[in-house]
């Protein structure tokens, strides 16, 4: 699973340091094996946060904690909303080897409105 939030930063040492600690709250939690924060060579207000888990379970829980809700939370709310955060890995490469993921996705995942699987349209 992975956590990718970006944002535009006008003031970049005030945001780079609630980052840094966003992400050492997510990198303490079980399941967080590893955090970025890039900024973009092409646009110096471009910034993108990523945190890759070992499940998504694993990236629920460790939104969980206390210090990850009063810290975490409110920075990720000042992402920028209009593209999707969070992406399942299907291949994963290494220098050792290239692997495939099965989706956890359903597969009507894209066609099925949420509420729309749980029963009749019509109240009975």
């Known amino acids: 699973m992975l956590l990718i939030a970006r944002f535009t930063v006008t003031e970049p040492e005030p945001f ?5 600690r966003a992400l050492e709250l997510l990198l303490a939690q079980p399941g ?3 955090g970025l924060l890039v900024r973009s060579t092409e646009s110096a207000d471009s910034w993108v946060l990523t945190a890759e ?36 890995i ?12 099965t989706s956890l996705l359903a597969a009507d995942a894209h066609t099925v409105r949420l509420g729309e699987a749980a029963g009749p349209t019509t109240a009975r």
């Open 16 to 20: 780079t340091t609630r980052a840094q």
């Open 32 to 34: 967080c094996v590893r």
């Open 53 to 88: 888990f070992d499940s998504v379970s694993a990236y629920r829980r460790s939104m969980s904690p206390f210090d990850v809700r009063t810290h975490v939370i409110p920075l990720l709310a000042e992402a920028d909303t209009t593209e999707p955060a969070a992406y399942e």
């Open 90 to 101: 299907i291949v994963e490469a290494t220098p050792d080897a290239v692997r495939r993921h």
